[in-house]
């Protein structure tokens, strides 16, 4: 029980539930590709894109100071569940209220998709609770609940868009129903994890507000402009290109993010690693060692999607969306360098450096905005593809250079692959054999 135990906290199992929501994403997509024309593809992406970017903007990086004080002080847990639901409800609610008055003058859409906008809307404080709640939970060492909130509304949206499409049901409104639907459904397993783990009882404790937010305040401009790098490119095309250019570009980021699993799982373990290391250069050397995991691993695989691009994009998700084969081997180039990114700057946190992060994503950010606004127009989707590259490359050489100042190590380190060590959550496994075989030479 204490080897699986150690496996379902550890990089296994969050790699494993992490390839599982890809494979999940990229069944969807192909379906909704299938099912969909390029212009109603590109309607129902600005239908999801626009109330994600609220929450995003709305979550004020309240997750990582939900995790780290609800990891510190258990005596806290109370008040900051009741902190946290008033956040997800009462500011959530009126960033809601607040975009069904301003969206309509931004985008551009048909009538029944207008209306599945404001009804996504509504998603916007459940999105907040729900990644609060998630939160908590890897605070509190609850690594395994916090991979099943992940997983679960990734497969109730996924089965659902499966069964529309089953049954010949294939539309922008109900595939936005369907997607309400696992929003609810993600919100209801976290909040159940945190009722039955964690057992908070509602208690308002005024003297936490201040902290709270400070410390959010800390990691939320660094989140931002991370997360404005992903996703300003289609919230730009979103008013700026037609609807279809943004339906091709969708499927060409779709097809390259099939290599971000490996990274995403990798930064989840990543930033505790690097806060228990006993010294700054031991931190360093962890945030090395999975960085070289992922390229190992992330390389081969995206040289092979690029040369079979060609055949399998068109194979996955129609012949129709064929002209978003070169965005979509230029993104995957960049998917290597914005993997990268996750890990280097969970690492720069784990250091104790979460400001570089934030200048680092910043000036990613300003080359995102400056190569958007000035190849958009007029490459549409291929555009969007290079200043995206353009920007992850950048941000990644900025934070291998405070990583290897904040740790004191030098260029080399980074060169230099230490292939026993590389695979370093996989030593319990090596650890159960040689017990297992001293107990069979015992009986013997």
């Known amino acids: 029980m204490k080897l699986f135990h150690r496996l379902g906290q550890g990089l296994p199992s969050t790699l494993l539930v992490t390839a599982g929501i890809a494979v999940a994403g990229l069944c969807s997509g192909v379906v909704l590709a299938r099912t969909l024309l390029p212009v109603s593809r590109g309607e129902f992406a ?94 509190s060492n609850r690594v395994f609940e916090f991979n099943m909130v992940r997983l679960s509304g990734a497969v109730v ?69 991370a997360q404005m790098n992903l996703r300003l490119d289609q919230l730009l095309m979103s008013s700026l290109v037609a609807t279809e250019q943004l339906g091709l570009y969708v499927i060409a980021v ?79 180039v960049g998917v290597i360098f914005q993997g990268s990114n996750i890990v280097l700057g969970n690492g720069l946190r784990g250091l104790g450096q979460p400001g570089k992060t934030m200048l680092s994503e910043g000036a990613g950010l300003i080359v995102t905005v400056v190569l958007l606004v000035w190849l958009l127009p007029v490459y549409g989707a291929l555009g969007a593809a290079v200043a995206s590259l353009s920007a992850y490359s950048l941000v990644t050489f900025i934070q291998l250079f405070f990583v290897r100042q904040a740790a004191g190590l030098e260029w080399r380190d980074f060169g230099l692959v230490s292939w026993i060590n590389l695979f370093p959550d996989w030593d319990v496994l090596r650890q159960w054999r040689v017990k297992r075989d001293a107990a069979l030479r015992r009986n013997d």
Not at 95 to 105: D, H, K, R, T, W
């Open 157 to 225: 949206y996924t089965v659902g868009i499966l069964a529309l499409a089953l049954t010949h049901q294939a539309s922008v409104t109900k595939y936005t129903l369907v997607y309400i639907l696992s929003q609810w459904l993600a919100c209801a397993v976290a909040v159940g994890f945190i009722v039955r783990r964690l057992k908070p009882v509602l208690r308002w404790q005024s003297s936490l507000v201040k902290p709270v937010f400070i410390y959010g305040g800390k990691t939320y401009l660094s989140s931002l402009a």
């Open 254 to 332: 779709s097809f390259s993010s099939m290599l971000m699993p490996l990274f995403s799982a990798l930064a989840v373990v990543t930033l505790p690693r690097v806060t228990c290391a006993p010294d700054l250069r031991a931190g360093g050397r962890q945030v090395v060692r999975y960085l070289q995991l992922g390229l190992v691993m992330g390389l081969p695989a995206m040289a092979f999607a690029i040369i079979t691009a060609p055949w399998l994009l068109p194979l996955f998700f129609s012949a129709k969306y064929a002209s978003s084969i070169l965005s979509a081997q230029i993104l995957l």
């Open 46 to 139: 600005v239908v999801l894109i626009w109330p994600g970017a609220l929450a995003m903007f709305g979550e004020l990086g309240l997750g990582f100071s939900f995790s780290f004080y609800a990891g510190k002080d258990r005596a806290k847990l109370d008040g900051l569940w009741t902190l946290a639901l008033g956040v997800s409800l009462i500011w959530g609610g009126f960033l809601s209220i607040v975009g069904a008055l301003v969206f309509p003058g931004i985008v551009h859409l048909s009538a029944a998709a207008h209306s599945c906008l404001i009804w996504n809307l509504i998603t916007v404080p459940i999105s907040l609770l729900t990644g609060y709640s998630a939160y908590f939970l890897l605070g």
